[in-house]
């Protein structure tokens, strides 16, 4: 993908076809070719960058008074809530460079406002972001953001290109 003077679009690397999710299967998005000729496409993954294994046990995010935090499904002793906020912060400096992001729905870190919350009990209570996401929404609230299924889309596919477009013309 290399230098450019493409916009530089980070993209969540399970999207890229990379085997990183906690499952190990991959989910290589159909629109990653149409993505890639007009972008410079910057592979970013929360949960391995902070250190976690491929297969490694799945969390979700669980409302507790201190706030939203990332448990283990099955073990709630498993906490990654402060791994996967430090991973904003430490990749701040690629992120500023970006025109847009496209994340992966539904994931406890990469979600927007798709990602199902539980209480302790495990009883589903609603939607919000993974907290990689929220992090950049509350961060860089200006960046264009997108997740798969918008791709699939035409309209809401090409309204996010021209807004990337926008901000990198804006921001360069
Ligand atoms: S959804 Fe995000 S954290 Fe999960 S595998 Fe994909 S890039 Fe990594």
Redesign the pocket.
């Known amino acids: 993908m290399g230098n450019s003077n493409r916009p530089k679009v980070g993209v969540?690397?399970?999207l890229l076809g990379h085997l990183?999710?906690y499952d190990g299967r991959e989910k290589l998005h159909p629109a990653i070719n149409l993505l890639s000729s007009q972008f410079e496409l910057i592979a970013?993954?929360?949960?391995?960058g902070v250190g976690l294994s491929v297969p490694r046990p799945p969390v979700q995010l669980v409302k507790l008074n201190r706030g939203l935090s990332a448990l283990g499904v099955e073990n709630r002793e498993i906490d990654v809530t402060d791994l996967l906020k430090g991973y904003l912060q430490s990749q701040l400096h690629i992120i500023s460079s970006l025109s847009g992001m496209i994340l992966?729905t539904r994931?406890p870190?990469?979600g927007i406002n798709t990602t199902p919350l539980f209480d302790l009990n495990g009883e589903e209570s609603g939607y919000g972001s993974g907290l990689f996401a929220a992090g950049i929404q509350q961060q860089f609230p200006s960046l264009p953001l997108a997740d798969e299924e918008m791709l699939e889309e035409q309209l809401q596919r090409d309204t996010f290109f021209q807004e990337v477009r926008h901000y990198h013309a804006r921001n360069s």
């Open positions: 969540s690397s399970c990183v999710r970013l993954c929360p949960e391995v992966k994931s870190s990469c």
